[in-house]
């Protein structure tokens, strides 16, 4: 059953070959079973979740289903869930109780899909590893020496090892679709202001857009139409009609125009990445596709302008958590200076104190100009090398991750190496734009990831690219082993 795509599981639902309250059954006691090995949930809510399976069996048995009714999931702990701990996998938030639920988390409820935990995540969502997270690093479930990627890994692992048909994530610079491309997963990072950010909690609000985990872009599909959509509520929330992201799946490739930036082949890319990304760029022209190499000049800046951009927001976003508000708070502050250096000093991990303070540094008088302007115009210039690019072609092909799973303490002394797992996503948050990582083989039995980036507001063009190569190929299908 757990090895179900999440529309053949609403399929067997449908014809009452399983009820949710067995689904669900079955996957908390895998998470159960199974999750001592990877860590990827924080807080299991059995016991939400099997009484939300049961209105899920009502309404189907009413015929007031909708498509995913009673399929279970799992949601990031970002997203602030009433009457749940919401931690941020952070220990500033081990005690946070959130008081309402995210609006992505509401549409979930109300689409009757029971919420199993919350999974684990690197803290704030800093991190390409999930080794920043309080509750301990994730393991990956292709080889638990090695990180799912981050900062989506919980997520990420619990869906790779079928403990959750699918996840939610956030990607700020490449939180989605890094770890799903390190675990052999479709994540899609929705276009900026399409899914409503409210209840998220915010880590660089410019950049940071929530989005679907599951194994294949067709399921990816299902989720985003509960998930997008204009939210009163959050201020950059887009005002567009609905959309049915599954309306365009099985439109045949020929004609398409696949752009291939010459910047994102060169060094730096792992020769077995770079094979199983040609291999599938062969595949995409077998199905009728049409190359053509592209050009994005400015996109060597990205990874830079992004560590001015993500952490001047995030210094000003975490500045709530103070120890009086909310969250962790010192013992005994001999006065209220003391009650806030020791609540954020013992309160937050050294990650996400190296990004505040940086922060703090760009922002302040005499370096605004120098840091956080010039950051901010070298994004609008990356934005406008992928404007010129779309002028051009349809959609743009890249690897999405320069290695596969690295060993878990790798690259943590280094900041600098660990912030270049991104160096092929970045571009894509810094200039708003739509982009997904999907299954492309293997490298030394790791997964490896492909990169499609979607112009504005372009998802479902870009679920049916991925779509047609999953009809033709089989790696979306793949299980790690020892997980069966
Ligand atoms: N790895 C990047 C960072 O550490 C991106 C994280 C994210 O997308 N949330 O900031």
Redesign the pocket.
Same mark, same amino acid.
């Given at each position: 059953m757990h090895d179900k795509t999440l529309a053949e599981l609403a399929a067997a639902l449908a014809k009452r070959e399983v009820s949710s309250v067995e689904l669900t059954t079955h996957f908390l006691g895998r998470i159960e079973r199974l999750d001592p090995q990877l860590n990827s949930f924080v807080t299991v809510t059995a016991e939400q979740a099997l009484a939300a399976a049961a209105d899920a069996d009502a309404r189907i048995v009413r015929g007031e289903a909708g498509p995913l009714t009673g399929v279970p999931m799992a949601q990031k702990d970002i997203f602030c869930t009433d009457g749940v701990k919401t931690s941020c996998g952070s220990k500033m938030l081990d005690n946070f109780v959130a008081p309402y639920d995210a609006t992505v988390v509401e549409r979930f409820k109300a689409a009757g899909l029971p919420m199993l935990g919350k999974t684990n995540m690197?803290e704030f969502?800093?991190? *390409?590893s999930n080794e920043t997270s309080f509750y301990g690093p994730v393991k990956n479930p292709w080889d638990t020496t090695r990180v799912p990627g981050?900062?989506s890994g919980g997520s990420a692992a619990a869906v790779a090892a079928r403990l959750a048909p699918a996840a939610t994530g956030?990607?700020?610079?490449? *939180?989605i679709r890094?770890p799903a491309a390190l675990c052999n997963l479709t994540g899609l990072k929705p276009t900026y202001g399409r899914v409503s950010r409210w209840g998220m909690i915010a880590?660089a609000s410019s950049l940071d857009q929530g989005g679907p985990m599951a194994q294949n872009a067709a399921d990816c599909a299902l989720l985003l139409n509960v998930m997008a959509g204009f939210d009163p509520k959050d201020s950059t929330s887009i005002e567009r009609p609905d959309e049915d992201f599954t309306a365009h799946l099985n439109q045949p490739l020929k004609g398409l125009k696949i752009g291939l930036p010459k910047e994102f082949f060169g060094a730096g890319m792992d020769a077995g990445v770079a094979k199983a990304v040609d291999e599938a760029i062969a595949q995409y022209r077998a199905l009728g596709a049409e190359t053509v190499e592209v050009s994005l000049p400015n996109s060597g800046l990205s990874v830079p302008a992004y560590y001015v951009v993500?952490p001047a927001e995030c210094s000003s976003n975490l500045a709530r958590f103070d120890g009086v508000r909310y969250g962790y708070r010192c013992e005994k502050p001999k006065d209220l200076m003391d009650l806030y250096t020791r609540s954020r000093g013992e309160g937050f991990g050294a990650e996400v104190k190296r990004r505040i303070m940086i922060g703090t540094y760009a922002l302040s008088a005499g370096y605004f100009d120098a840091y956080y302007l010039k950051a901010q115009q070298i994004r609008r210039l990356i934005a406008d090398d992928f404007k010129r690019a779309f002028e051009q072609v349809d959609v743009i092909l890249g690897p999405t991750s320069p290695t596969t799973a690295f060993r878990l303490g790798e690259k943590t002394d280094d900041p600098v190496t660990m912030?270049l *797992?991104?160096i092929y996503t970045i571009a894509v948050?810094l200039a708003g734009l739509p982009g997904m990582s999907l299954p492309a083989g293997f490298a030394d039995g790791l997964p490896v990831g492909m990169q499609l980036i979607g112009n504005y507001f372009d998802e479902a063009r870009l679920l049916n690219v991925a779509h047609q190569y999953q009809l033709a190929t089989d790696w979306h299908r793949r299980m790690p082993g020892g997980f069966e």
């Open positions: 690197d969502a800093m991190g *390409s981050g900062s956030t990607d700020t610079g490449g *939180s890094q880590f993500a912030y *797992s991104d948050n």
